[in-house]
């Protein structure tokens, strides 16, 4: 399962903007990690520069002395939508009638092609293929006399996740959607402001959180402060793979931070499908604080078997089935000293296509393992995501296709155990409301638009 990208924006008039900027996409790193980009402004004019590659591959002293301004916005990106491409790299800059604005997004408009093809007509034209640039059209296409109210223009048309950052020659926007489907929070920083995709990017710059971003809100920052516009907001939806999987734990989501969250789903787990076994391990580092819960609940000691190679990135940096086999291997080494004759549970996050589970599974048993029970946080994956996860078409997706015993006999473990639904809403102690299921229910929290549905939803041909 891909993320979908991390936003960071910052206007502070004594701080070296691009650098920090650079620190904070750094920290939003697990959130994309095909390309990175900075956009600034010195009041004057916007500079530009997004390129393919992991932050600290983008940049360098060199490339981030080039920046001048007091406002900054950056972005990593994972692509949902629009193909993996230089060109489809954020920020992006789009100009009308030398009125320039740039541009990062994370989410996905459900809509896009129906606003790509009226603002095609009206004779807009297109750099790239993704949903971010048809934002930023529909932002300019409006005869509205300020950014405020062009933002509203377009905010009124958009239908799906949004958490973007604006930057114009004088102004940093912060906007969510109604939904408040991808997190967005707002901090202090040394006199000026900062927003970032999760609080966990401001901690590591130094800025003070201050609250999250609401949904339906647009922020305007400006040297005379900061102003707070409401718009409408429509039943709350935030995705629960950020509680799950995408956002880091020591990030706060609706103010919890995830990490004891993540613990009570592994307590969860071992309510719900207990085993007799001699050590609980999370897969790293995601389901680590799962493991700890899991651990816990069940008086089974927890160990480490299994030891992740930070530097090698995540497993998916490439989308090709090849290199995701060697990924496993290249990501984990398991411990045989550890693990031979274990009775092991291993708690994972989730299981999506069914094809890293099964190597993780033989690289235990290879390693002398008894017996693997595969604990998973998140229910059953049974629909796509059209809200800026590149999780896979309907077909792709293994719970959709198989039954659990079926899955347990495919991954080889010796048992599998699904959290529920409703085990995963006490996990994370908020109203079941206040969450998107739609991947586990297929409940969308708005309609998705009827030719992607048809799509993600049908078999192939
Ligand atoms: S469908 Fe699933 S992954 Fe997508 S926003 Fe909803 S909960 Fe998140």
Not at 154 to 178: C, E, Q, W
Request: glycine fraction near 8%; proline fraction near 5%.
């Amino acid at each position: 399962m891909h993320e979908s990208c991390g936003v960071f924006g910052i206007f502070a008039p004594n701080e070296d903007v691009a650098r920090l900027t650079f620190f904070a996409l750094f920290a939003l790193q697990h959130r994309g990690q095909e390309s990175a980009g900075i956009a600034t402004t010195n009041g004057k004019k916007l500079q530009v520069y997004a390129k393919m590659g992991l932050a600290s591959q983008v940049f360098n002293e060199e490339s981030l002395s080039q920046f001048n301004g007091h406002i900054a916005i950056g972005h990593n990106r994972y692509s949902t939508r629009g193909s993996s491409q230089i060109r489809n790299a954020q920020p992006i800059e789009v100009s009308k009638d030398s009125v320039s604005l740039a541009i990062a997004h994370n989410g996905n408009i459900v809509n896009a092609e129906h606003l790509h093809k009226q603002l095609s007509d009206q004779g807009y034209s297109f750099q790239t293929s993704s949903d971010t640039e048809v934002i930023a059209n529909l932002i300019l296409s409006s005869h509205e006399k300020d950014w405020v109210n062009r933002i509203k223009y377009a905010v009124r048309r958009l239908k799906g996740a949004y958490s973007m950052v604006i930057l114009t020659n004088h102004t940093l926007f912060a906007v969510r959607d109604p939904l408040g489907v991808r997190p967005l929070c707002l901090g202090t920083i040394n006199g000026g402001w900062a927003i970032a995709s999760e609080s966990c990017a401001l901690d590591h710059i130094g800025a003070d959180f201050v609250r999250e971003v609401k949904p339906g809100e647009i922020i305007s920052i400006t040297e005379n402060g900061i102003d707070s516009y409401q718009g409408e907001v429509g039943r709350r939806a935030t995705c629960i793979f950020e509680y799950i999987y995408f956002a880091r734990p020591d990030s706060i989501i609706n103010g919890r931070l995830l990490y004891p969250a993540r613990q009570a789903m592994g307590a969860g787990l071992a309510e719900e499908y207990p085993v007799d076994a001699d050590l609980v391990m999370g897969v790293p580092d995601s389901a680590t604080a799962a493991g700890v819960g899991y651990s816990i609940k069940s008086g089974i000691p927890l160990g480490e078997g299994l030891i992740k190679n930070r530097y090698v990135g995540r497993t998916f940096i490439e989308p090709d089935q090849r290199i995701r086999d060697l990924g496993v291997k290249l990501k984990f080494n398991p411990m045989p000293q550890i693990l031979t004759d274990k009775r092991v549970v291993l708690v994972d996050d989730s299981i999506v296509r069914g094809t890293t589970t099964p190597q993780v599974v033989r690289l235990l048993k290879k390693a002398g393992a008894k017996e693997v029970h595969m604990r998973i946080c998140a229910p059953p994956i049974r629909y796509p995501c059209f809200f800026g996860v590149d999780m896979a078409t309907r077909w792709e997706l293994i719970a959709a296709q198989k039954t659990i015993p079926e899955i347990r006999d495919f991954i080889g473990a010796d048992s599998l155990g699904y959290l529920s639904i409703d085990g995963l809403i006490k996990a994370v102690a908020l109203p079941r409301e206040t969450f998107c299921l739609a991947c586990f229910t297929g409940d969308y929290p708005i309609p998705v638009q009827l030719g992607m549905d048809k799509l993600a939803l049908e078999a192939p041909p």
